[in-house]
């Protein structure tokens, strides 16, 4: 039996969300699963379809994505849209300055990956400055596994 694949394709400019783009990557080891972490800069959107699961991070920029992950989400609507990942499992996750406008920038990930591609999203979450990195570090795994399960239905 084949694995399946799971892409965590994130962007990060001081390096927040990469650390839970790695950490959410750990949990979701498993031999029935295979998981690449991939830099949305350096990310090939034809490599796009070959995933069966996409979890998609950004940091929080002007309560928003930031435009390195809206380059990335366009393109994934312009080349893969119309139902193209329907059904997909995807996730979500951002590191913001405030609560408040992560919510904003998680709700931008979930338009995209909910509404636009029809995938079904698992409620991401939020790591805001200032938090531990044992608390973060906690969240990531807890929605690593949450993935797991859903992808394993
Ligand atoms: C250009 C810029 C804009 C930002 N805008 C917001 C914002 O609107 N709201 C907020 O809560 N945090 C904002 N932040 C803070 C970042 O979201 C936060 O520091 C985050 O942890 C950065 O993640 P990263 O290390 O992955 O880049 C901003 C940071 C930068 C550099």
Redesign the pocket.
Known sequence: MSSKKVLILY????????KMAKAIAEAMKSSAINVTVEDAVKFDISLLPNYESIVLGS??????V?WQVKKVIDESIVHYGGGKLKGRVAGTF?????K???KDCLKMLEVALGFHHGMKVVQGII?V?GESDKDVEKRCQEYGKKLLKEIEK
């Open positions: 962007y990060s400019g001081s390096g927040n969300t990469k940091p929080t920029y002007f309560s928003n930031a951002t590191s913001a300055g405030t408040r406008d992560g790591r400055d």
